[in-house]
């Protein structure tokens, strides 16, 4: 058995997320009001039905006992302070019988009250709060930059976004209203105690601060182990989500078995660590019980040695006193889910805040005007970049101007900051130095979303939504027509394929595209990124995972795409590298080499390394050791 995970530090004090959880609270105020209003209403009724049940066992004993030779009563006639005497002229059965309606229709009400009640917390907490705060979330999710996913894993996240936001809700319905309603219950009850007797009410509750000293010492033991598990329960979920990601490795090695153990080992890492704090929790709640119920012990002996003295009535005295005392035992209990709940919801409520305090470190200036990218000229001036946490800059002192409608190819090893150099021109990324200028105007100063619709991107795993065709394509101009759908599609060879399908555009596509082949998956992608006819084009190896003949149907849709945009083509494949206007070679973050195909041939250097390794005609070499490299690649 593993020993589970040490809970990181708080980053935040319980105090202050109660706090920001009195604050979501508030966002729902008149519905909590509503709640909070139902509930000291069935307080109300459940008071009234007991101090009724009082009243008609001494009005029993009252009728029953009759009166002396004096003709005083023997049992006094009973009354209760919030209720009315019966008139004088009615039968003791009239009295019981209007008695008896009472506490039915103080029952009945209650009953109802409760089923609204159930309604209403339903309402509140999973169609307002859950729901409020999953998209929430998830909007902040998607304004959140690429480190943010670097140092998440998915599990973690999707955990977040689901079991936690739930426990967040708990927070709520679980923890602040039945606090409120447990404070003013107890105190009701306390006070009508202490008017049937002071006394007796101050001996039933001398285990009160016991309790509190209890809940206190477990809710500090408690919350780092709710903290753990949630570690161990998101380490379940990543090896899910890595499980089906990777299914087709996993078979093709035959690791169905080992996988599967993997996954009982840690599903039954959660299993142990819950069972250990569900053991807790159970003994927690156990001894709440037994504590309040060592209060129905001394009302038993003081209480009873009350009425046999004639200082405490029976029904309304201590008949209604055992009911109150009951109610509030069962509203002391509650103090055991309560301590429970709140460790959970605090822990849940660290891990969902983190995401929505996160920094979005891609925004709009205050200041920025609405700005198209037309015609699409891009120029680095000394850019410097590195990615967080990175001991290296990834990029160093980059210059490069490309006009509109230019086509620059980038070439370079693994690592080279080819990626990096890309992101930074839709902003996914910005800058650490330097500028990063599209059509003479710092990128900082447009609109992420106006920058963005004016770039088209093709990566080189073209991932595709589980939806049409059409809805694929229109993904980054929702309100495209048909037509310019057709005609994007037609620029990237995509259109008579499409067309063959069973249901053409409106087929529907299997989960990544995964019913389609790797050049038809890759010509979609290329079309999604026409439909809003961007002025600039950024293409990451769209050949490196396709063979030769998908790569020159490619090519023949890179052709018509590129025409007129600026492009980036980040390519390893002569054959790709060849079609633009000019190329660059970075290493370790410096452009090395740049110039034309027929340029850089004719130059020692990584591009002609590449090209001889590429089995090029040796002939395109000159005679400068060119042929030699050739031969040596061979």
């Not at 996913?149 to 319905?173: C, E, H, K, P």
């Not at 000019?582 to 740049?594: D, T």
């Not at 005609?617 to 400068?624: F, S, T, Y």
Request: hydrophobic share 50%; with cysteine.
């Amino acid at each position: 058995m593993s020993v589970p995970p040490n809970p990181a530090p708080a980053s935040a004090s319980d105090w202050l997320l109660v706090r920001r959880l009195l604050g979501l609270a508030w966002r729902y105020r008149a519905r909590s009001v509503q709640v909070l209003a139902l509930q000291f209403i069935l307080l109300g009724l459940g008071i009234a039905g007991l101090a009724a049940t009082g009243l008609g066992i001494d009005y029993v004993r009252h009728v029953a006992a009759g009166q002396g030779p004096d003709g005083v009563d023997l049992v006094p006639m009973p009354h209760v302070a919030f209720l009315p005497d019966p008139p004088t002229d009615w039968r003791p059965m009239q009295v019981l019988a209007v008695i008896a309606g009472g506490i039915l229709l103080c029952a009945a009400l209650r009953a109802w009250l409760n089923y609204t009640y159930a309604v209403a917390v339903n309402v509140l907490v999973q169609q307002r709060l859950v729901v409020d705060l999953r998209s929430e979330v998830y909007a902040k999710l998607q304004r959140l930059d690429f480190r943010f996913y670097d140092a998440n894993t998915t599990g973690s996240i999707i955990t977040r976004v689901t079991g936690d936001v739930q426990n967040v809700r708990m927070f709520l319905d679980q923890v602040l209203i039945p606090g409120i309603i447990m404070g003013v219950s107890l105190a009701v009850y306390v006070a009508y105690m202490a008017s049937l007797s002071p006394a007796l009410t101050l001996a039933c509750l001398a285990t009160t601060p016991i309790l509190v000293a209890a809940s206190v010492v477990f809710s500090k033991r408690i919350q780092p182990r709710y903290a753990a598990n949630r570690t161990l329960v998101e380490r379940v979920v990543q090896h899910f989500t890595e499980s089906l990601q990777g299914a087709q490795v996993i078979k093709a090695f035959g690791r169905e078995d080992e996988d599967r153990a993997a996954f009982t080992a840690r599903n039954d890492e959660v299993l142990t660590h819950q069972r250990g704090v569900f053991w807790r929790v159970s003994l927690f709640s156990p001894g709440v019980g037994l504590l309040t119920r060592v209060n129905l012990l001394v009302l038993i002996a003081f209480g009873g040695w009350l009425v046999i003295q004639g200082k405490l009535p029976l029904g309304a005295g201590l008949v209604v006193f055992a009911g109150l005392l009951e109610q509030f035992s069962g509203q002391v209990n509650q103090v055991a889910t309560i301590v429970n709940s709140v460790q959970q919801s605090l822990v849940a409520a660290r891990r969902v805040f983190e995401i929505l305090d996160a920094p979005v470190a891609v925004t709009d200036r205050p200041d920025a005007p609405r700005r198209e990218v037309r015609p699409g000229a891009v120029r680095f001036e000394g850019v410097s970049f590195g990615y967080a946490g990175a001991d290296v800059p990834v990029l160093h002192d980059i210059e490069l101007d490309v006009p509109a409608g230019r086509c620059v190819a980038i070439l370079g090893a693994t690592g080279a900051g080819k990626s990096a150099l890309m992101s930074l021109i839709p902003r996914f990324f910005d800058p650490h130095a330097g500028r990063l200028l599209i059509d003479g105007v710092d990128a900082r100063d447009y609109r992420v979303e106006d920058l963005r619709r004016g770039i088209g991107i093709v990566f080189q795993e073209s991932f595709l939504f589980s939806n049409t065709i059409a809805a694929n394509l229109s993904f980054g101009a929702p309100d495209a027509t048909r037509e310019q759908i057709e005609r994007a599609a037609k620029i990237a060879q995509a259109h008579e394929f499409i067309l063959a399908l069973p249901k053409g555009y409106d087929t529907v596509l299997g989960e990544g595209g995964n019913t389609l082949s790797g050049g038809q998956r890759q010509r979609l992608a290329l079309a999604r990124a026409l439909v809003h006819e961007p002025a600039i084009l950024l293409l990451d190896d769209p050949t490196a995972a396709i063979d030769a003949q998908t790569e020159h149907e490619i090519f023949a849709a890179l052709d018509n795409a590129i025409s007129g945009r600026t492009t980036f083509i980040v390519a390893h494949r002569v054959s790709t590298l060849r079609r633009a206007d000019f190329i660059i070679v970075l290493e370790n973050g410096r452009i090395v080499q740049r110039g034309t195909h027929a340029e850089l041939m004719r130059q020692p250097g990584a591009y002609r390394r590449v090209a001889a390794l590429q089995l090029l005609d040796p002939r395109e070499l000159d005679a400068d050791g060119g042929a030699r490299e050739g031969e040596a690649g061979k």
